[in-house]
T-cell receptor, first 113, second 113 residues
Framework: NAGVTQTPKFRVLKTGQSMTLLCAQD?????MYWYRQDPGMGLRLIHY???????AKGEVPDGYNVSRLKKQNFLLGLESAAPSQTSVYFC????????????FGPGTRLTVL | ELKVEQNPLFLSMQEGKNYTIYCNYS?????LYWYRQDPGKSLESLFV?????AVKQEGRLMASLDTKARLSTLHITAAVHDLSATYFC?????????????FGEGTQLTVNP
């Protein structure tokens, strides 16, 4: 079991470039989440999904889009990167049953110049 | 809007001492989570507290939840250097679809020899 994996681990973009972050989980979890973590802060929810084909906005969704075409994958897209999106991005997943615990991926460190 | 506050935000303590980290939240919830994060790493689940009066212990750490007071505590007993990390509490807002977590800012704990 790999758990939750994220690709890539590091990325540097120039302002205005686009990219997609991939999150994959092999635990057959229903729910998946994208968070960002900025220095000295807790995690803030960007978007989340309660099942394949569904997505919803979190606390800080502006500038990001997501897709969940397959149950095991959750993609986070930046269409036109801005320096304010420099952050560490974490993906998480959890089961849809009574196990409420979220399991986190290793993170992607993104720098936008 | 659910707000989660931790205190202290920074804690420097000596090995062998006891201390408590507090997590207050603003709206009704009966699901609270504690996570540990080492520098440059992902979040590791420590405790899942699912009801009023819940108490869980693992090694030198003990977490409790008082839903009436909207307060959780993380108690550290006889601290050791290996406990140095940032600790986050996260609260699952009642009625939120998909179990959305709101995180506190984190408590950066340093245990000195």
């Amino acid at each position: 079991n790999a758990g939750v994996t994220q690709t890539p681990k590091f990325r540097v973009l120039k302002t205005g470039q686009s990219m997609t972050l991939l999150c994959a989980q092999d635990m057959n979890h229903e729910y998946m989440y994208w968070y960002r973590q900025d220095p000295g802060m807790g995690l803030r929810l960007i978007h989340y999904s309660v099942g394949e084909g569904t997505t919803a906005k979190g606390e800080v969704p502006d500038g990001y889009n997501v897709s969940r075409l397959k149950k095991q994958n959750f993609l986070l897209g930046l269409e036109s990167a801005a320096p304010s999106q420099t952050s560490v991005y974490f993906c998480a997943s959890r089961s849809g049953t009574s196990a409420y615990e979220q399991f986190f991926g290793p993170g992607t460190r993104l720098t936008v110049l | 809007e659910l707000k989660v506050e931790q205190n202290p935000l920074f804690l420097s303590m000596q090995e062998g001492k006891n201390y408590t980290i507090y997590c207050n939240y603003s709206t009704t919830s009966d699901r609270l989570y504690w996570y540990r994060q080492d520098p440059g790493k992902s979040l590791e689940s420590l405790f899942v507290l699912l009801s009023n009066g819940a108490v869980k212990q693992e090694g030198r750490l003990m977490a409790s939840l008082d839903t009436k007071a909207r307060l959780s505590t993380l108690h550290i007993t006889a601290a050791v250097h290996d406990l140095s990390a940032t600790y986050f509490c996260a609260v699952d807002g009642v009625g939120t679809s998909g179990s959305r977590l709101t995180f506190g800012e984190g408590t950066q704990l340093t245990v000195n020899p």
